[in-house]
Structures are given as C-alpha cells and as structure tokens.
C-alpha cells in the first residue's frame, strides 16, 4: 500500500499533540466548561453516526469518512485550550492521559475488523502497520506528556532531578521526532520514482499545453466569449488519463476545464443526476467502481454511483440537457446532422460543433408517459421519448391530465425542429447559480422541465408570483406543474434547513458577542 502526501494527514500528525493535551482540557476544567465540552463531543459524536456532514460535502450522497477533516479546526481549539490550561494552573493530570490513550488503544483495535480485509496486502501487513501507527500516537503522546508535566516543574528553585527528567523527556521526544522523520524520508524514498513520474508529468502538461493545459480552456473561452446565454459545453475526450492497470479519463478533468459538461467531479455528483442517468440507461463502468466479475454495471449501488459520469455519445440527451456546444479532437466524428461545425470558434487542434437541436435549459412538455412504461423501454427509444414528453410516477394525478405520448422514432429534423419550438416558447435567464428565471408561452397544460437534479423540499418555485410544487420528472429531474398561457416561473434553490440554519448562525454569533463582552467588562481577567 503506498502511502500519499495528502491533506489528511494534517488530521493524522496533529493526534500525536491532541491525544496528550485535548484530555488535560477535560481534566482541568471546572464543571460547568465540562457540560460544554460533552456538549461539542456529543454533536460531534452524532456527525459520524447521522452522515450530515457527509451529504453536504459529497453531493447528499452516502456516508464516507474522508469528510471528517472538517473536524480539525475543533481539535486545533481544543488542543490549544488544553494546552493553556495546563500552563495557566500548573497541573497535569496523568489519569487523563492513561485514559484517553487507552481509549484510543480500544478504538484502533475496534477499527481492525473493518481494516484487515481491504487492500491487496495480506492481512498480517495491515495488521503490523495498524499496531505500528497506534504505537508511534500513544508513544509520542506520553513522551509530550512527560515533557510538558516535567518542563512545569522547572522553576528557578527546581530541584536536579526535575531537571534531568526534563532533558531526557526533550532528548527522547527529539529522537522519537528524528526517527519518524527518518521512517517518513525512508517511505518518501521508496515512492520516488513514482513521485517523480507524475511530477515530471504534470510539468510536461504546462509546458506542452497538454492534460490540464490543453487548449479546451482556450477554446471554452472563445466559446463563453462568442455566446453569452445559457447552455452547456460537451466533449469528446477527456484531457486527463489516469492509469488504474486500464487508462480511463480523469474525473477531474470537467471541474479544472470548467466546460460545463455533462460531467461533473465523482464527489459532487446529485442522488437526482444519478437517478436520471441510470433510468436512462447510463451505468457505472470499470475501473472506477471496480465491477466484480458477477456484477453488472446496473447492480451498482452505494458510493461507487458517484462515478457515473457524462452521457457517453447519447445525442439526443445532450439535446434534452442543454448541450449546445461539441469540442472534438482529430477527424470529424460520427456526428448527427443537426450538429453543425463552427469554423470561427474551431482552432487547428480542436473543432467546435453547433448543436442546432439543443433545448434551451428548461423546456415545456405537454405530453407524459408513466415511469413503469418508460423503465421497460429500449433505451434508444428512452432518448426520443424524453425529446418529445415528460417522464412522471405512476401514481401522478398528472399523468392523467395530459396528453398520452406518442410512439416513433424522432429523425434529425425532428430534433431540430422540436428545438426551434422549444426555443420560441421558453426564455431562461441566470440570476445566479442554482436561481433562474422562465418567461414561458404555454400552449396548454403541461410541465416545465429544469434540466438539473431534483431534491425534495430543496427548491423554492414560483409562478407568476404564486408559489407552485417542485416535482421529479424524467426520474431524477426538476419540473413544476403549469397551466396556458404566459407565465414568469423563477426557480431557486433553496435548501430546506437554510432559514433555520442561518437563524442559529446569528443567534450563536450575537451570543458569542454577548459573552465576550461579558468577560470584558464583567469577569476582570476573563471567563473560564
């Protein structure tokens, strides 16, 4: 298992001052400090059993552990309070320190189970680096411990042996400190060569204009420049190869060329994005979920669904997403008729193709068809069938009010055709991010379709003023209901606990405020 240079190691080097310090907080607090300290841990506690920090910070998508550096600020504000309090009354409390090493003893050997089985490496190597790592943070740990206890005891009257007990507690944490930093030298050793291949690539990136540095932005620029309305961008390659024994595409290509595609970076993938994508036939694919021989891309489940990504050379779902601009490499592919090549926008080294049948970023549908209906269909069929109606639950009292949608297979004119008209009808404007504006012509009752993902109670819709349901369309989807007419619908999104959170935020600042003045003008040298 190779070991990476990563952020969270910071977490990692900063257990090794914590677990000495953040238990002398506890220790020498008086009782009404403590009630607030179990009050942090417990919230903190209840962060990893209910992923809530979890599903803000990988797209409400299930529970990974990787956010929990977010906790880091509040181990840096124990650590520093623990330390001052040790410094401030002149105490240290070596039960505190047997305790909260024997707890982390407990937890490290509680997390075996869980550890042993993954990774390619037998299960005795896991096991002899996670008894190694438990005892480097419980050595250096008591080692800081004994440092500080001794180092408080050294005054002007301190007695030989206080004194020496404090050099050798220096002298063995400094050695304990060379030696990791030799192990850590020895293990950056090892991986040099692949540090060094990668190093040595990316610098040829910026150097040739290629990965990262390829032309694309440039040609996203001239784009962006060319046309300043609403739409997205497409293409047909992926600068980045990374090589998992099979090259794949960069997940990160789509987030640092900032081509507003139908990718987007794994984490950050929406539950309603994946929902859309999978109904419609798009599934994971190797190496990134790392599919075992008996399962299909379709049994896919859990976090390994964040890497569904793009629509692949689906046409006709471009269209119906907004993708109103093709950057392609080399020859000219094998492209419908209805996208058209742009010689202005185009360079020697990428072509730029014009999308003439691509919707607007909502569009309006009069027609539907049942969500069991259009699961059974082949997924060709899916992609006209989403061109021309609008996917409901079976059990949507909509569903009867519209149209019944047709059958056929819908011709390159067709898609053009059914662009023009969705164009004249529907006008989108971006206030900001996640707020838009529809000026909608409605020729009878139907669905305005939003082509972003939909989550339930997070969206604020209103027409013509009147507040109106977000529902799920296309099975995954945003759409709002409307009847004839011309209508201002605006779209925002507005996270159902946003007000209550934003309530909490200023009532907790006004009282820190409060407090410290408290403590100004009140407490004399301050507040415990």
């Known amino acids: 298992?190779?070991?990476?240079?990563?952020?969270?190691?910071?977490?990692?080097?900063?257990?090794?001052?914590?677990?000495?310090?953040?238990?002398?907080?506890?220790?020498?607090?008086?009782?009404?400090?403590?009630?607030?300290?179990?009050?942090?841990?417990?919230?903190?506690?209840?962060?990893?059993?209910?992923?809530?920090?979890?599903?803000?910070?990988?797209?409400?998508?299930?529970?990974?552990?990787?956010?929990?550096?977010?906790w880091s600020p509040i181990v840096s504000l124990a650590t520093g309070m623990g330390l001052d309090l040790v410094l401030t009354k002149k105490r240290w409390s070596w039960k505190a320190t047997a305790c909260a090493c024997s707890l982390f003893a407990l937890a490290s050997v509680a997390t075996l189970p869980v550890f042993l089985p993954v990774g390619d490496d037998s299960v005795f190597g896991r096991a002899k680096r996670v008894t190694f790592a438990l005892?480097?943070?419980?050595?250096?740990?008591?080692?800081?411990?004994?440092?500080?206890?001794?180092?408080?005891?050294?005054?002007?009257?301190?007695?030989?042996?206080?004194?020496?007990?404090?050099?050798?507690?220096?002298?063995?944490?400094?050695?304990?400190?060379?030696?990791?930093?030799?192990?850590?030298?020895?293990?950056?050793?090892?991986?040099?060569?692949?540090?060094?291949?990668?190093?040595?690539?990316?610098?040829n990136m910026a150097e040739n204009g290629t990965g990262f540095f390829d032309s694309d932005s440039e040609?996203?620029?001239?784009?962006?420049?060319?046309d300043d309305s609403f739409y997205r961008i497409e293409k047909d390659h992926g600068s980045v190869v990374v090589d998992w024994g099979v090259p794949y595409e960069s997940d990160n290509d789509s987030m640092v060329q900032n081509y507003f595609g139908t990718h987007s970076y794994n984490s950050m993938n929406a539950s309603g994005a994946i929902d859309f994508l999978r109904a419609a036939g798009v599934f994971v694919?190797?190496?990134?979920?790392?599919?075992?021989?008996?399962?299909?891309?379709?049994?896919?489940?859990?976090?390994?669904l964040n890497y569904i990504n793009g629509v692949g050379n689906r046409y006709k779902l471009m269209a119906l997403l907004g993708v109103k601009y093709y950057i392609t490499i080399g020859d000219a592919p094998d492209l419908p008729d209805y996208f058209a090549f742009d010689e202005d926008l185009s360079s020697e080294s990428r072509s730029v193709w014009r999308n003439k049948g691509s919707y607007p970023f909502a569009s309006?549908?009069?027609?539907?068809?049942?969500?069991?209906?259009?699961?059974?269909?082949?997924?060709?069929?899916?992609?006209?069938?989403?061109?021309?109606?609008?996917?409901?639950?079976?059990?949507?009292?909509?569903?009867?009010e519209l149209q019944q949608a047709g059958e056929g297979d819908l011709s390159d004119r067709d898609v053009v055709d059914s662009a023009i008209k969705q164009n004249d009808i529907v006008k989108i404007e971006m206030l900001t991010e996640g707020d838009y504006v529809v000026d909608l012509d409605a020729p009878s009752r139907g669905v305005l379709l939003v082509a972003t993902p939909y989550e339930k109670d997070n969206w604020s819709i209103l027409v013509d003023s009147e507040p109106a349901e977000a529902i799920c369309v296309d099975c995954g989807l945003l759409g709002v209901a409307v009847d004839s007419g011309e209508h201002v619908i605006r779209v925002r999104y507005l996270p159902r606990w946003f007000g209550m959170g934003a309530v909490v935020s200023c009532v907790s600042l006004i009282g820190l405020l409060l407090y410290g003045l408290r403590c100004r003008f009140f407490c004399g040298s301050g507040c415990p």
């Open 1 to 70: 298992m190779k070991i990476n240079a990563d952020f969270f190691n910071l977490t990692t080097y900063a257990t090794f001052v914590s677990i000495a310090t953040i238990p002398q907080l506890w220790a020498l607090s008086n009782l009404k400090l403590r009630r607030r300290i179990a009050s942090v841990g417990l919230l903190c506690a209840l962060s990893v059993l209910f992923p809530v920090v979890a599903w803000v910070f990988n797209g409400f998508s299930d529970f990974s552990y990787r956010w929990l550096f977010v």
């Open 135 to 203: 005892l480097v943070v419980v050595s250096y740990a008591l080692l800081l411990s004994g440092l500080i206890f001794t180092r408080k005891q050294t005054g002007s009257h301190a007695r030989r042996g206080s004194l020496t007990a404090c050099h050798f507690a220096k002298a063995a944490l400094l050695s304990f400190a060379a030696l990791l930093f030799v192990l850590e030298m020895g293990v950056a050793y090892r991986n040099w060569p692949d540090s060094r291949s990668y190093s040595e690539q990316f610098s």
């Open 219 to 226: 040609t996203v620029r001239g784009i962006r420049l060319a």
């Open 285 to 304: 694919a190797f190496p990134a979920a790392d599919l075992s021989l008996c399962e299909s891309p379709y049994d896919v489940s859990g976090p390994n």
């Open 364 to 400: 309006f549908f009069e027609s539907a068809i049942s969500e069991s209906d259009y699961r059974m269909m082949p997924y060709e069929e899916k992609d006209d069938a989403l061109l021309s109606s609008v996917v409901l639950e079976d059990n949507a009292a909509l569903l009867s």
